[in-house]
């Protein structure tokens, strides 16, 4: 079950309240200089578990849309986003093969193994054939105990589980990289746009400081 979207209002405001301009900055640069080049300027973009909206906000396409369990989504969401209230494994509001690429990030670990399933399941439904899913995830191999510091994180998921997902919900792999991002802006993420943009320039950097895993999947 997901947690109900008033507790996630407070918990994530608590959480975030002193980092939102830092994170805004990391996914402009993000999306630019790495995700864009998996995303058609002309595509239907859908940002599954939004959060914040850094990504949806950031990215450039032809139509975006956010869905998150957290109200607060209407609000984060930039001017032409798309926003939708609901569970991420019954988003009604889309049609069946509407959507040329989904995104989730962060997201897994706060929910249980059927709920990761059947998001998976969904985000099939609603991706066109020639789709792809993206996932961002905090990969536990390299995470350590670090993964529990959060107390909503009650799933551990790694490269290999995540992967084992992708190929049981319909999914080929078509790209892993299972060290790409540090765990979290709290720890040693390169701080400013410069910095960042070097770091998504040199992958021996992901090998040391990497602790988030990348996939993207397509429709089998």
């Known amino acids: 079950m997901q947690p109900h979207g008033e507790n996630l209002r407070d918990l994530y405001a608590r959480r975030f309240a002193d980092e939102q301009e830092i994170r805004s900055d990391l996914w402009e640069v993000l999306c630019r ?5 998996f995303v058609p300027k002309d595509a239907v973009v859908l940002d599954v578990a ?8 950031n990215i450039r ?7 998150d369990l957290n109200p607060d989504v209407v609000l984060r969401a930039a001017p ?8 991420s494994d019954e988003m009604t509001p889309l049609e069946t093969g509407s959507v040329d690429r989904v995104f989730i990030s962060n997201f897994f670990e706060h929910v249980p193994r059927e709920v990761i399933v ?26 350590g105990r670090d993964y529990w510091m959060f107390l909503d994180h009650i799933t551990p998921v790694d490269d290999r589980a995540l992967a084992e997902a992708f190929r049981a919900t319909g999914f080929d792999v ?10 979290t802006t709290k720890g040693r993420l ?31």
């Open 190 to 220: 390169p701080s400013g746009p410069g910095l960042v943009k070097l770091y998504l320039k040199v992958p021996l950097a992901w090998k040391v400081m990497g602790a988030q895993a990348f996939m993207i999947g397509r429709p089998a």
């Open 50 to 57: 939004a959060g914040h909206c850094e990504f949806v906000n």
């Open 33 to 37: 200089h790495f995700f864009q080049q």
């Open 61 to 67: 396409a032809g139509r975006r849309i956010a869905v």
């Open 80 to 87: 032409g986003v798309e926003t939708h209230v609901c569970r």
């Open 118 to 143: 059947s998001t998976l399941d969904e985000c099939r439904r609603v991706l066109r054939p020639d789709g792809r899913l993206m996932v961002l995830q905090p990969n536990v191999r390299y995470c």
């Open 174 to 183: 078509e790209r892993s990289i299972p060290r790409f991002l540090p765990y």
